[in-house]
């Protein structure tokens, strides 16, 4: 069948005037799409689609939280049993209690366990009890890191022409949103990632006064850019020899690179950590874990941490699935995603190379992204608002659609190997990226 759009541009006009962009997320509109977004009406295994009849490879895994794919039938089993038997009951559960088990058992340092329904929560959380516990004010940030639409972290996470950054040694804080408390971003400390003297110049300035230093693992929100060799065991180090909470922001990459996330794969040992996306394999599902002497400051009359939805038990059952899935055969699932990844973005590079594209692909394990730029590797925020080039990015992806394969079109964000691919999903992968190239130049 040929690929076409009539039903997905029908169902677009008709969300004009009822919907904001077309959707409930603004990641989701028709700003990244050019024109309208796609209406997907289903999904299995590797694969989703269109109410138009297209099917495609999907590499974008609703933004991750699909590390076993589309509608895997012990998942699908699972919330069966959760909406047959009662989906929540904001009361103590026997399967919250297993799941908590369960991420004690793989991930370090989670002595204690508080569920969430989202990344932003689990967020707000970590930071208030930070400073709770530590009595300061002030949070230290990363430029080009996103941690959730929370006000006080809401700030210089989009891509933005290299003149409105400022100076490296003095960057400017650019609110990434209208309508934040006035007073928001006064606490917060913004530093350009990736750079240790940056970092430590920062913590002097700011003596006393940091209660945390939150960050992700692999920047994720700029494609993929990993950390530089020793940098995140630097940014520890100083953080306990200054009294700072370290809050490792696993969101994004929970249960995605390793069983234990960043903090296994980089062998870290951070103070606190969230988990969203990949933990509930689709459904909204969180975690804040940490060491006991921090996370026991969310007792009743401490840090206040509430929330009717918090560990839902239809949540809770397809959680406890999916961390056995995903940890069964010695962790074969990892290994095998790693695989697929591997030569994914091996033959890519190849595929670029042999075409002549200035382009290079960044990964870490099964987090990868295509880059459109004449440079070896990109490294940090500023590189990337300068050297990237998105808009032939869009391009890029926009015409793989009509090949059959699904990805983000926003070069800020990565695609994800899980599970689910397989090495045809690559060879078809790969025939539809040499037709897409051809046809965006």
């Known amino acids: 069948m040929p690929f076409q759009t009539r039903k997905s541009k029908e169902l677009y006009e008709r969300t004009l005037g009822v919907l ?23 999904g299995r295994g590797s694969r989703i689609f269109d109410v138009d009849g297209n099917e495609y490879i999907d590499w974008m895994m ?35 209690l297993e799941v908590a088990e369960i991420l004690q058992k793989i ?21 208030r009890l930070a400073r709770g516990v530590t009595g300061r004010p002030k949070i230290l940030k990363f430029e ?37 408390n006035r007073s928001a971003l006064e606490d917060t400390v913004l530093v350009p990632w990736n750079d ?13 006064q940091l209660a945390a230093i939150i960050t992700e693992g692999v920047m994720a929100n700029m494609g993929v850019i990993p950390p530089v060799e020793g940098y995140l065991h630097g940014l520890q180090k100083l953080a306990k020899a200054n009294g700072i909470v370290f809050i490792l922001d696993e969101t994004v990459t929970g249960f995605r690179i390793a069983p234990g996330g960043c903090q296994q ?24 874990v940490g060491r006991a002497e921090i996370m026991d400051g969310l007792q009743w009359g401490g840090v206040l941490h509430y929330g009717t939805h918090n560990g839902s038990r239809i949540g809770m059952l397809a959680a406890r699935v999916n961390l056995g899935i995903l940890t069964r055969d010695n962790n074969a699932s990892f290994k095998r995603t790693w695989r697929v990844a591997d030569r994914l973005c091996s033959e890519l590079r190849e595929l670029f190379r ?19 730029t004449d440079r070896d590797g990109i490294r940090d925020y500023r590189e990337f608002c300068q050297y990237v080039d998105r808009s032939a990015f869009q391009k890029f992806v926009l015409s793989l659609f ?32 040499e037709k897409a190239i051809d046809i965006a130049g």
Not at 65 to 86: D, M, N, Q
Not at 199 to 204: D, V
Not at 355 to 366: D, E, F, H, T
Not at 405 to 432: G, K, N, R
């Open 20 to 42: 904001i962009e077309a959707s409930s997320s603004s990641s989701r509109g028709p700003a990244n799409y050019g024109a309208c977004p796609i209406f997907v009406e289903r």
């Open 62 to 96: 609703a933004f991750g939280a699909l590390p076993l794919g589309h509608a895997h039938p012990e998942i699908v089993e699972a919330i069966v049993e959760g909406a047959s038997t009662g989906a929540h009951f904001a009361t103590a559960t026997s399967v919250e």
């Open 107 to 127: 991930v370090p340092n989670a002595e204690r366990v508080r569920f969430a329904n989202t990344g932003t929560e689990a967020i707000m959380a970590a930071i």
């Open 144 to 180: 080009g890191h996103y941690h959730g639409w929370y006000d006080d972290v809401l700030v210089s996470s989009n891509a933005l022409p290299p003149s409105a950054l400022g100076l490296r040694s003095d960057p400017i804080k650019v609110a990434d949103s209208s309508g934040l």
């Open 196 to 208: 240790p003297a940056a970092l430590e110049r920062t913590i002097e300035n700011h003596h006393g």
């Open 265 to 288: 794969y980089y062998k870290l040992s951070p103070d606190l950590v969230t988990f969203g996306k990949a933990l509930g394999c689709g459904l909204p599902v969180a975690a804040l």
């Open 354 to 372: 042999e075409k002549g594209i200035a382009a290079i692909v960044q990964n870490v394990g099964p987090m990868f992204q295509i880059m459109f």
């Open 402 to 433: 009509q090949f059959g394969v699904y990805a983000s079109p926003s070069a800020a964000l990565h695609s994800i190997v899980t599970s689910a691919h397989t090495d045809e999903d690559v060879d078809l992968t790969l025939a539809a990226a």
